[in-house]
């Protein structure tokens, strides 16, 4: 369990001053993997060298355990800092030392007999899948077996916290997938509170239980993901989910043509209980059918989530169709002629999200 | 003939030069002064470069345990060490040099201004390999809960030593030259032989003799050297297998096909390593 308590950072002094982390409140519970996302400058590399205390905030308090670690003193922090695993977006694997020994050295620096240490380096490789690589020098393995070793190396003091600082950046998306299944796996099997800091969106809805929206120092949105993903007006929800153009709006335009006599309508899972034939059921109320024009939708910690932008025939009351789909567990919304600002208006709050660091 | 030349070579200076069965006896003996002076010197240089290297990387701004003040005492005087031309230090170390070992010709005499600048020399270069060290890896090791002696022993000069041995190389070499320069003020060695016989009696045989000496001497350190760095690196040393594998396979291209396969079918393997 890690909590940060009003955790302020500031660079500088006077009229320099700048502060990167503005009384920021946030707690990862035992079992729980918290992405922290942001656009680059929002600071989530100075939240994650505050939270090892690499660097020590301006103010504010960072419990591990119950234990504030800002009020140690340097020795004891070193000690209070192993209560802490942390993997880095560069695996930081020593370049003349094997999987073994460089998962090996932080039990060696605490003072661990040779005899343990061999046993935990096994048990640990093992844990990652990397049982067999055990010899290899960094350079002999792929970027994604470096940072399951990375990972081995966080896990030898048995902290209670994993902090992953851009740990699946610059990964191919296997070797994302792999990272992700592995930290969710310990996540339930270790009971580990894990502070996921990124800026990829497709890896914080594949890995996080709660997200947290950082920007300019300070969290302006969290929730549970699921929860974030059926909230159609959360901006947070919104870039996990991006939408995409759809057929909708390039008919739009036409003057003549079946376009001009629908309506099109933005649809998108509001809640747990939609079934998964929703268009045909909310056709068959109608008595109608209704058009598909494009759809985004997944299942994210076994929950239905997405959004889908239908085209329902011009006759149809607005009213009807809004109950129809809103019965459903849908949320619904006209698209009205200023659909294409809205569209536009949508993409620029994505934007500063997806912003590659 | 050759005694009588060596113990009074200004004096008896003609014409003739030595002929090439009496240079071994002028040369051999020089080397063996030469390597003395130069293995003694590296002896201290090293004993005093590592941890005046290590200080200016540790005290230094953004080091693992920061003391400007310190560190630009040391920087500066390290930086005086480097400035003065070897001649000149030498020379300007003359009343030094007869305290700490009672003379000021021979051997012993040219050690000490050579270890002086060795010493200079060397602290700069295990510094910057220090400095060469990445930082993350830095960081890995502290937010693992390391000391800062830690950090320096087992990420900072362990990742660092084949850039030291590298480093060392070039100062040994360094430190050959200065053993000629040395010479000419008569430390004995390869210099002295070059300067009396080469350059005062215009002997082209003798100073043909050193120049290939010197040549062949730097080329094994250079080799020697090439040889730890390469010892010291792992991602250096298993290439050489690899591209051996290489040339087999591409000697017969029919054994080529299996090595693709082999590889190929690994490949998937690590994919499903990836699930689990």
Known sequence: MIELRSLTKTYGEGQHATTVLDSLDLTVSPGEITAVVGPSGAGKSTLAACVTLLERPTSGAVLVGGRDLTALPEKDLREARRGIGTVFQADGLLTRRTAAQNVELPLKHLGVVPAQRRARVAELLERVGLADKAHRYPHELSGGQRQRVGIARALALRPSVLLSDEATSGLDPQATASIVALLKELRDDLQLAVLFITHEMDTVVAVADTVARLDHGRIVEHGALVDLLHTPSSPLGRALLPRRAHAGSIAEDGATGPATQRSVWVVSHAGHRVPADWLVRASRALGTDLELLGASLSTVAGVAVGHAVIGAPGHLDDDDVEAALIGLGLHAQREESDAAEQRAAARTLEQPLEVVA | ?276
Not at chain 2, 242 to 256: V, Y
Request: a positive charge; glycine letters at 8%.
């Open chain 2, 1 to 276: 003939m050759s005694t009588h030349v060596l113990a009074s070579p200004v004096l008896t200076a003609t014409s003739t030069d030595l002929t090439w069965a009496e240079i071994p006896a002028l040369v051999l003996p020089a080397l063996g002064d030469t390597l003395v002076m130069v293995g003694v010197t590296m002896a201290i240089v090293v004993a005093l470069g590592v941890p005046l290297g290590v200080s200016l990387d540790t005290l230094g701004p953004g080091g693992l345990t920061p003391r400007p003040v310190l560190h630009r005492v040391i920087s500066a005087v390290v930086s005086v060490g480097r400035s003065l031309p070897f001649l000149i230090l030498m020379a300007a170390l003359v009343p030094f040099t007869r305290f700490v070992t009672g003379t000021n010709i021979g051997i012993p005499a040219a050690v000490v201004p050579m270890a002086l600048a060795g010493t200079a020399f060397f602290s700069r270069i295990v510094e910057n390999s220090l400095r060469s060290v990445p930082p993350s890896l830095v960081r890995v090791a502290r937010a693992s809960g390391a000391s800062p002696l830690q950090v320096l022993t087992s990420v900072k000069l362990s990742e660092a030593v084949p850039s030291i041995l590298g480093g060392l190389t070039i100062n040994t070499i360094a430190m050959i030259e200065y053993s000629a320069i040395a010479g000419t003020i008569g430390a004995g060695g390869i210099g002295y032989v070059a300067v009396t016989y080469g350059y005062q009696r215009f002997d082209h045989n003798v100073m043909i003799t050193t120049i290939v000496v010197l040549v062949a001497l730097v080329a094994v350190v250079q080799a020697l050297g090439d040889a730890a760095v390469r010892a010291t690196t792992p991602h250096s040393r298993r290439r050489v297998p690899r591209q051996r594998r290489a040339g087999t396979s591409g000697a017969t291209p029919s054994s080529s096909s299996p090595t693709v396969q082999t590889s190929a079918s690994a490949s998937p393997k690590e994919l499903t390593d990836v699930h689990h």
